[in-house]
């Protein structure tokens, strides 16, 4: 899975609105304290406008809110109404694929890391990323050292 810069700058975004979700917030706001190109938001809002996940109001006292509690967005949500599935092979969905007898096992493999993905990403909402704090199972996975080590292969 690559997270494309789209979707982490509307979760940034959506986890500053979160804070205060019922208020809205202009775009360049959030994008000075959230160090992201103002156009750029401006396009993802307009993208995310489409969804459930938030609502625009022009004029005095207008700008972005949350449609709904953060509580009730997840970052699975996000990432799927921005790029699609959460993982796919060869842009198909992993259930979708045939393999040879030899290489069988290796749609297991997606479809379990298809399930891990799941589970920390439908498992962490927008609530949780505005209060800094992660579900227990979340930050479990983070206090392995190894964790934060990237493996590149050259």
Request: net charge negative; aromatic share 6%.
């Amino acid at each position: 899975m690559r997270i494309s810069a789209k979707s982490d700058y509307a979760l940034r975004a959506l986890a500053d609105l979160a804070a205060n979700w019922e208020v809205p917030q202009s775009a360049e706001s959030i994008a000075a304290r959230q160090d992201i190109p103002p156009k750029y938001l401006e396009a993802i809002f307009t993208e995310l406008g489409r969804t459930r996940f938030i609502q625009s109001q022009r004029g005095h006292g207008g700008g972005h809110r949350l449609r709904v509690a953060p509580e009730n967005i997840t970052v699975a949500d996000v990432v799927r109404a921005l790029n699609g599935p959460l993982l796919t092979v060869r842009g198909e969905c992993p259930e979708d694929l045939e393999y040879e007898r030899r290489s069988q096992a290796l749609q297991s493999v997606w479809i379990a890391a298809r399930a891990a993905l799941r589970e920390v990403l439908e498992g962490t909402t927008l609530a949780d990323l505005a209060a800094g704090r992660l579900p227990d199972r979340i930050t479990e996975l983070t206090a392995d050292p190894d964790a934060w080590v990237s493996r590149i292969n050259i």
